[in-house]
């Protein structure tokens, strides 16, 4: 299956993509209504407008650098997973969204960076935590257990609010604890709850895709024991023809769908030159015209 990924709703219906995702929130706050005839996408704790309104939901390091995209890595705001006001507001979005289409995208879920949050709210719930359970709270294992709960519950929570199919973005990177240690993706547990995972592999055009392979493989080899499936984004801005139907070869033998980022026209273009270019070596008997 090929899919499309777009801001634009007119896009999700055009006849070259098996499937629309549209985004009704992104990273810099933009909000959009939910569509019928599309899987709906939602940047979660990622949103540049409600950080720069409300520097207090920013998650902090322990030095209190707040994770903002004025910061080395960081190419937009973090807003704390443990807020419970942005998270309520967060699950009305998806709430919304499923009504309008049963299936449902999760974007940007997770803490910033390893070194995220230690807020007053994040130190005190996570002492809490650590105390229920007889745990240390100077023990780092203990943090990022503590972390991927607070994760893996609020995705429980939006899977309860989604009828269909339930999506979760991963970053790209398959390398054993990155996931779970960076972000609190735990994908063991999260794997009860998500019913596919998308990972967007990106670049500008695509001309070697050797770290392509690598990365898919890796992925393969990191979600196989669970039952959800996986797929891949290609970045489709620009890029070329020849070199985005090299990708999406190298993206065909790993993923079960792929789809394409912002450029749906470049996108389709694409997929109808990888149509043409199948049909080119029939041969026709010299009749066939006439029949």
Known sequence: MYGVVTRNEEEVDWPEFDRGFY???DVTGRAAEPLSNAVNMISCFGDNAAANESPELVPVDGEGNPATRDRTYFDWAYICPTNEKYRAGLLEIVADAAAANG??????????RDEYCRCDRCTSQFEAWADDRGRDADDEDAWFEWRAEVITD???????RVPGRLYLT???????GHLYRRAGLDIEALSEYVDEFVVPLYDTNYGTTYWLETIA????SLL????????????????????LIHAIEVADEYAKDVLFGYDASNAAATLRRMTADGSRGKTYHPDDATR
């Open 23 to 25: 985004e009704v929130k």
């Open 224 to 243: 196989d024991p669970y039952d959800a499936d996986f797929s891949l984004e290609l970045y489709a801005v620009n890029v070329d023809v020849d070199d």
């Open 170 to 176: 991963l970053y790209p990177d398959p390398y054993p």
């Open 217 to 220: 493989r890796g992925f393969v």
């Open 154 to 160: 609020f995705v429980a929570d939006a899977a309860e």
């Open 103 to 112: 299936d449902v995208r999760l974007d940007d879920v997770g803490f910033p």
